[in-house]
């Protein structure tokens, strides 16, 4: 595995592209010094790291190869409206046509994008205007195996059955030190493979990715997300979307979940 902290700081692409929510397809390797500037400040840490480092294992082992195709699910985007949100297997073709068009074996879909078009059917998002897109989507084949990238326990499990939502989704607690943060991960198949409570490793399979009610409709992917304690504490924590009425404070609730994207 790769230590995901220590080593030389980012380059300020890196910086730049985390703040823009762009994708960025560089190995993580991020200073740590940075890492509590960007990340546990974000989370309100007061974070005794000395000479510490965290491993991230990779979110679907060695299944992505070569750079990914970004989706542009924006409302930007005339393609957005011609998709049959009501008809999993069109939806699903859709999106794996143009993947498989682009040249490309998977996709990503990008954090803090402005999703107004596709969310058309979801109307209590639309009615809250939450538009923003907090996780980052990881677009693959159904049934691919995805693994715990840090240390944690199940702290939460279920599946959504409304059309538009999560369907099979985990959320994992984290502990580093004293500190405590969440990740979630959506449109997992059911029946879940682990339980509440149990204490799960980096690199053990946490799920595989669902399909039609199990993916809550969606096309397959996985929805990567972080959420903070203080997101927790007043009640968000299972929102995958935020309106711009609160974007200024998606970093303390849902800071970019692109540090335990590894691949």
Not at 48 to 56: G, L, P, R
């Amino acid at each position: 595995m790769e230590n995901f902290l220590g080593g030389d700081p980012p380059k300020e692409d890196y910086i730049q592209n985390s703040l823009n929510s762009e994708f960025n397809c560089k190995k993580a390797h991020i200073n740590m010094g940075f890492f509590i500037l960007k990340f546990f400040k974000i989370l309100a840490m007061n974070f005794n790291y000395k000479s510490e480092k965290i491993d991230i294992y990779p979110l679907f082992g060695d299944l992505l190869n070569g750079e990914p195709y970004v989706f542009d699910f924006s409302s930007k985007n005339p393609k957005t409206l011609e998709y049959n949100l009501n008809d999993f297997k069109e939806f699903n073709d859709d999106i794996f046509n143009e993947l498989k068009n682009s040249g490309m074996s998977w996709g990503i879909g990008k954090y803090l994008e402005e999703r107004r078009n596709i969310l058309r059917g979801s109307i209590n998002i639309i009615n809250e205007k939450r538009i923003y897109h907090l996780g980052l989507d990881i677009i693959v084949p159904y049934n691919s195996v995805v693994f715990c990238p840090l240390d944690g326990t199940v702290y939460k499990l279920g599946k959504e059955t409304q059309k538009g939502n999560y369907g099979g989704y985990l959320v994992i607690k984290h502990e580093i030190k004293d500190q405590t943060f969440y990740s979630l991960y959506g449109h997992l198949k059911t029946p879940h493979k682990v339980q509440l409570g149990q204490k799960i490793l980096a690199g053990q399979e946490l799920g595989r990715i669902g399909k039609e009610s199990d993916s809550g409709g969606w096309f397959c992917h996985l929805h990567l997300q972080l959420i903070t304690q203080k997101a927790m504490n007043e009640g968000y924590s299972e929102w995958g979307y935020i309106s711009e009425e609160l974007l200024s404070k998606v970093e303390e609730y849902f800071p970019n979940p692109n540090f335990l994207f590894k691949r």
